[in-house]
């Protein structure tokens, strides 16, 4: 059995933890969500969904990644904007075999955790599917278990990415492993794109953005502005049509809330830069204008503007 530990281990963390420990690997959880930790260490980890309904004892769980010592696997699941500090938290986990899995959401989190990180340790990962949220302090929930992919970002060997997805697959996991991280990437980003925003703006769930004619022609704007980005980046899309993989994919997890819509309604910084707001960067170096993505960043950072600041526990830096 693996020793991992899972840095930022909310609702997305706590379904990894839980199905890894499930099976007999030593899982430590890592947030600053004080609470959280607490119910984990006093009454275990409970996550119920997809995978079925279960309740989990970790190995650890804390707010710090003190006394952990060097892991064969460290996850980051923290936020985009909080990868800087979770990769220099990362390095007391790291030991002479160490592989560190990146899993955020939109482009740009790889690249932060290898001004940190040894980059032939590093393995980029793409989740998508879950719909997972948090129920309470030592509790998730999950919708689904679609799309758990990865790829070395530099050179990590093959043989250490695949123990890596062996352990995934050990826990009920069903991955694949990538070595064009451009596609592996933007067929997600695409499906993050589409959802995110339009379900922040209206409080819809997927499925209802899907139903309602309005909220799905400004979602179809902002994939449609996507898939025209990365074709004039040159990634390929092996998807077949994008707009139907979004609405096949989509529909298989029609109650889902993206966890921007969750962190909106919790009056919570998201991650519009990374993701919607991804498409008018590169749009504007590659010459592919971008009106729908421009104007759902605008109204999301307008609201966002308005929020009190405090720290998110789920999320900020560990």
Known sequence: MAKIAIVGCGAMGSVYAALMASVGHAVHAVTLWADHAAAMRDHGLRVEGASGDRTVRLASAGTTTAGIGPCDLVIIATKAFDVAAAAQACTPLIGSGTVVQTIQNGLGSPEVVATVIDPDRIAVGVVGGFGASM?????????????????????????????????????????????????????????????SGTTTLTGLTIGGVMADPDAWRVAQGCAEEAIAVAAAIGVTLEVGDPLDHIRRL???????????????????????????????????????????????????????????VAADPETCPV
Do not use: C, Q
């Open 135 to 195: 129920r309470g302090p030592g509790h998730a929930h999950h919708n689904g278990l679609e799309m758990i992919r990865f790829g070395a970002f530099a050179g990590l060997p093959r043989e250490r990415l695949e123990t890596a997805a062996a352990i995934w697959d050990s826990a009920g996991f069903r991955t694949s492993l990538f070595d064009d991280l451009g596609r592996m990437v933007w067929e997600k980003l695409i499906m993050n794109v589409t959802f």
């Open 250 to 308: 989509g529909g298989k997890i029609p109650e889902a809330r993206p966890s921007m819509l969750l962190d909106h309604r919790a009056g919570r910084r998201g991650e519009v830069e990374a993701i919607n707001g991804t498409i008018p960067r590169l749009g504007r170096r590659w010459g592919v204008a971008t009106p729908v993505n421009d104007t759902v960043v605008a109204l999301i950072k307008a609201r966002e503007a308005a929020f009190p």
